[in-house]
């Protein structure tokens, strides 16, 4: 895993941690609250995967940011509907990549 993800990761968790001690986010919100933060961490470990073999997909990116806005802003809801998209679009970029390390061999002549 790279050390920007894991920084990333720590950020999330700091930042709900923050939250969670001022009391800021109540009971039932909390726990979706950290459910959002624990998408948000998978996807972006999902997508730095997906980089790191030339299919990371900029959408992902948009997410994710659009995710960590929304939940900063308190829109817990709509946070993690995006933070759920995003995980959807970075596993599908990994799935991406996998299917390209076989169908290229398909778009080369035979000799």
């Known amino acids: 895993?790279?050390?920007?993800?894991?920084?990333?990761?720590?950020?999330?968790?700091?930042?709900?941690?923050?939250?969670?001690?001022?009391?800021?986010?109540?009971?039932s919100l909390a726990d979706s609250a950290a459910e959002v933060g624990q998408l948000i961490a998978e996807?972006?470990?999902k997508h730095a995967q997906a980089r790191e073999q030339g299919h990371g997909w900029s959408s992902t990116v948009d997410l994710l940011s659009s995710a960590k806005a929304e939940l900063s802003a308190g829109d817990v809801a709509r946070a993690l509907a995006i933070a759920e998209r995003a995980l959807l679009t970075a596993n599908a970029s990994l799935e991406q990549a996998a299917d390209e390390q076989q169908a290229w061999r398909a778009r080369v002549p035979a000799k």
């Open 43 to 45: 996807a972006e470990e």
């Open 1 to 27: 895993m790279s050390r920007a993800v894991n920084l990333r990761q720590a950020l999330a968790g700091l930042a709900m941690a923050i939250l969670l001690c001022v009391g800021a986010v109540p009971g």
